[in-house]
């Protein structure tokens, strides 16, 4: 995403080595400038100018096709698989995003519309006038169209868990073949924390049957922590903001809640329901203290939630505004675009390292605040 | 608006991924590595037990090796110091028996020459009674014949009974 900026007017034969470097062996396709030069010449001419915004939340967001670079006028991304699923009964379809051509052409009866998948017969005009009159409308949602196409996070979800998986069967291979032995290489790393995850989040928070939990927090622990650091990576397959993705960490919230209600005990239901040690009045003929203990249940999960989501988005957003202004000075003068970037690369640096530090405490947070809810969950009468 | 809209494609992926990592980490990494880590510890504690264990036992026998020791020496002063009465004892005794059987020799030699000498004495009693009577009927023979005969006889006699 930054790199494609970067690129985009530096010398041509930097942007062939780059793209040999980082397309090798993937489809590249590209937005035929003349094709669709006709049609929006002005609009074209028009949205020549940077937008920060624009560009920091197609970063952030999930899309259909892996937006690498621009070079000039010609995008360079990845087209990704479509899989929609019509209610219509025309069933499952499949195809590659690269037939929508960016959204400029409709393909099997669907087209792109500001980044989600439409019928061919949805207006956009007619929306946006709704939208104008209504402004809580503005989410492009059409009925009986389930969009669960691989997309840009889907991708990136895929390539992390496919590297926990590698790395971490790779360490338990080394544990059978070592045994009773000190551990070596990246036993050392992975050894310290999974002995303070069992030590001192699952021990001191769950108590005696911490055990049975611990699949669970290695899981999210590692689970976030390296899509953290992956979505740190600027460049395909990392990049993705996929744990500031509010859909991932639902995911994970509802993990931890079924798993905390799952293992509830009496004591915890007696403690939602009928609190001891509270006067009676709170509780009958108004149930004000179950209703704040039944809103609690859902309001812990929720905040985990949004926690996550909000430290790894607000961090991609902040080093990308930083990235942003290089090329908003550069628009003014290109001397004042190379002023601002020697700023810009030590802020964005400074940011980074301490999104590598959020990375960590995130995952955690989110690791230590399971377990305790687990505790609770099972906490005996005392 | 998109940022906070949880996606319906996304969070099925999600869910199914998350799951499969779930368990297949589970299975092929946390149970093979939490259960090394576990048996590791147990190794670790049990030998630092064994260690402890060992030094006590170690300790323990050092100190029964001294009271033996200690023991064996004050066993040795006693027999020694019994022996040495033992000893005096059985000198003493000895000296005793040797004296009381010294005492017992001499008074029964003692005895003894008491009793030849009485036996001695009565025999020399008897001779001389005999010896008198001899010398007395000689004479009374002799005095009746002659007179100087007699004492010449006598005289004689008394010559020969030289006491011998």
């Known amino acids: 995403m930054i790199l ?30 003349d094709t669709h030069s006709t049609e929006s010449h002005a609009e074209h001419v028009e949205k020549k100018g940077f937008d920060a915004g624009k560009m920091i939340f ?78 809580e409308l503005d989410v492009v949602e059409e ?20 590297v926990i998986l590698f790395l ?42 911490y055990e049975k939990y611990m699949p669970y927090l290695l899981t999210i622990f590692f689970f976030i922590l390296i899509n953290n650091l992956l979505g740190l990576v600027p460049i395909i397959p990392g990049g993705a903001n996929l744990t500031g993705n ?51 249940v859902f309001t812990k999960p929720f905040v985990l939630m949004v926690r ?17 202004m290089i090329f908003i000075f550069g628009e003014i003068s290109p001397a004042a675009g190379y002023g601002v970037s020697i700023v810009s690369a030590a802020f964005s640096l400074f940011l980074s390292l301490l999104e590598i530090l959020v990375a960590f405490i995130q995952a955690y947070v989110f690791t230590l605040l399971s377990a305790l809810y687990f505790g609770m969950a099972m906490e005996e009468e005392h | 608006m998109d940022l906070i809209m949880p996606g319906v494609g996304l969070v099925f992926w999600m869910t199914l991924v998350f799951s499969l990592l779930l368990i297949l980490l589970k299975k092929f990494a946390w149970k093979p590595i939490m259960d090394s880590l576990k048996e590791r510890e147990q190794d670790i504690s049990s030998s630092l037990a ?44 000895a000296k005793d028996r040797a004296q009381t059987e010294a005492d017992r020799i001499v008074e029964a030699a003692r005895v003894n020459i008491e009793n030849e000498k009485r036996t001695a004495l009565s025999e020399i009693k008897t001779q001389v009674a005999e010896l008198s009577i001899d010398i007395a009927e ?27």
């Open chain 1, 143 to 162: 009925a009986g169209l389930i969009d669960i196409s691989i997309t840009k996070n889907v991708v990136a979800l895929f390539f992390g868990a496919f």
């Open chain 1, 246 to 296: 509010i859909s991932i960490t639902l995911v994970l919230a509802l993990f931890t809640f079924v798993i905390t209600t799952a293992s509830a005990n009496k004591n915890y239901w007696i403690h939602i329901f009928n609190m001891p040690g509270v006067p009676w009045w709170l509780k009958f003929p108004l149930p004000l203290m179950p209703l704040v203990e039944i809103m609690g």
């Open chain 1, 58 to 135: 197609e970063h952030v967001l999930d899309a259909h096709s892996w937006h690498i670079m621009d070079i000039g006028d010609h995008a360079v991304s990845l087209p990704l698989p479509i899989i929609i699923y019509d209610q219509d009964g025309s069933g499952f379809h499949f195809f590659m995003s690269s037939r929508f051509e960016h959204g400029h052409a409709a393909y099997d009866g669907y087209k792109l519309y500001e980044g989600k998948i439409v019928r061919e017969s949805f207006d956009e005009h007619k929306e946006e006038t709704i939208e104008s009159e209504n402004s």
């Open chain 1, 308 to 324: 996550l989501f909000a430290n790894i988005t607000a961090g991609h957003i902040v080093i990308l505004g930083f990235m942003s």
């Open chain 1, 168 to 209: 971490f069967i790779s360490v338990a291979r080394t544990y059978t073949r070592r045994k009773g032995q000190a551990p070596t290489g990246l036993q050392n790393f992975i050894e310290p924390i999974i002995l303070f995850i069992r030590d001192d989040i699952a021990k001191d928070s769950i108590g005696h049957k």
């Open chain 2, 50 to 93: 064994m260690a402890k264990q060992t030094k006590n036992e170690m300790k323990q026998l050092q100190a029964d090796n001294e009271k033996l020791l200690k023991q064996a020496r004050e066993e040795r002063d006693v027999i020694l110091s019994e022996a040495k009465t033992t000893k005096d004892q059985i000198i003493n005794e």
């Open chain 1, 4 to 33: 494609k900026k970067f690129f985009g007017g530096s010398s041509s034969f930097l942007t062939a080595a780059i793209i040999a470097v980082f397309l090798l062996g993937t489809s590249v396709a590209k937005a035929e400038g």
């Open chain 2, 138 to 164: 000689k004479v009374l023979k002799a005095e009746l014949s002659n007179k100087a005969e007699q004492s010449k006889l006598v005289e004689k006699q008394l010559e020969n009974l030289n006491f011998n």
